[in-house]
């Protein structure tokens, strides 16, 4: 199954954190070793911003997150205009513009969102989520 994490969840894989709950875990696991895994180019600005207000446990710089992501295999899916139209336009949505453009990156994409966030995990539109404390 093809996979795109949210941006806490990265997080929470890279860190070996276990708010990441064992089933969601196994399934990262899996599809890491599938190659199947991919992170939203909008949640490395996440993360930048977090390393700017020293938000993140692991204080490395940004450089360091986004070479972790990739070196364990973890691909970049790219914003670009027809991604950000479909964000703008999804419906019945919270209008958190990271939170859209990840969820339209992971429809766009086929792929299934492993996240926490209360507010995606209780959205009604197409996309297949994977509850990440689970």
């Not at 199947?36 to 710089?61: H, M, N, Q, T």
């Not at 419906?91 to 859209?100: K, L």
């Not at 086929?110 to 989520?129: C, F, K, P, S, Y």
């Amino acid at each position: 199954m093809k996979l795109l994490l949210d941006t806490h969840t990265a997080v929470w894989l890279l860190e070996g954190d276990r708010n990441l709950g064992r089933k969601a875990r196994a399934r990262c696991d899996a599809a890491l070793a599938g190659g199947d895994v991919a992170i939203c180019s909008v949640s490395i600005y996440e993360l930048g911003v977090l390393v700017v207000r020293k938000r993140l446990e692991s204080l490395r710089p940004l450089a360091d997150w986004r070479h972790a992501i990739r070196s364990i295999g973890i691909s970049e899916c790219v914003l670009d205009g027809e991604l950000a139209a479909r964000a703008a336009h999804l419906e019945a949505f919270h209008f958190d513009p990271a939170d859209r453009i990840i969820v339209a990156t992971a429809q766009a994409h086929g792929r299934a969102l492993v996240t926490a966030d209360r507010q995606i995990l209780g959205w009604n539109g197409r996309l297949e989520l994977v509850d990440a404390h689970r």
